[in-house]
Nanobody
């Protein structure tokens, strides 16, 4: 079984920064892909960033150059460093992991970017 717990969300002003964390139960080495998605009110879920077991990283177009995904294998944690935040980054951010062809989700953490 896989459990993912996100943290680090909150309210930040435009131009500010936040770092999200996703703590996984057990080793994150076993995940073929782990990453972050987000869902704004009234919109579908959008891919933000992913990292594979081969350290291949992908960023969504709207966050490229501003967000950075990383992982600490010793802590079984995946991070999302978010810089230069914009109001349109406001959403619930979800951690996702793929293991043996199944997709697992955390409960989400709210990020609000507002003056």
């Amino acid at each position: 079984q896989v459990q993912l717990v996100e943290s680090g969300g909150g309210l930040v002003q435009p131009g500010g920064s936040l770092r999200l964390s996703c703590a996984a139960s057990g080793s994150i080495f076993r995940f073929r892909v782990v990453g972050w998605y987000r869902q704004a009110p009234g919109k579908g879920r959008e891919l933000v960033a992913t990292i594979t077991d081969a350290d291949i990283i992908y960023y969504g177009y709207s966050v490229k150059g501003r967000f950075t995904i990383s992982r600490d294998n010793a802590k079984n944690t995946v991070y999302l460093q978010m810089n230069s935040l914009k109001p349109e980054d406001t959403a619930v951010y979800y951690c996702n992991a793929v293991w043996y062809g199944s997709s697992y989700w955390g409960q989400g953490t709210q990020v609000t970017v507002s003056p």
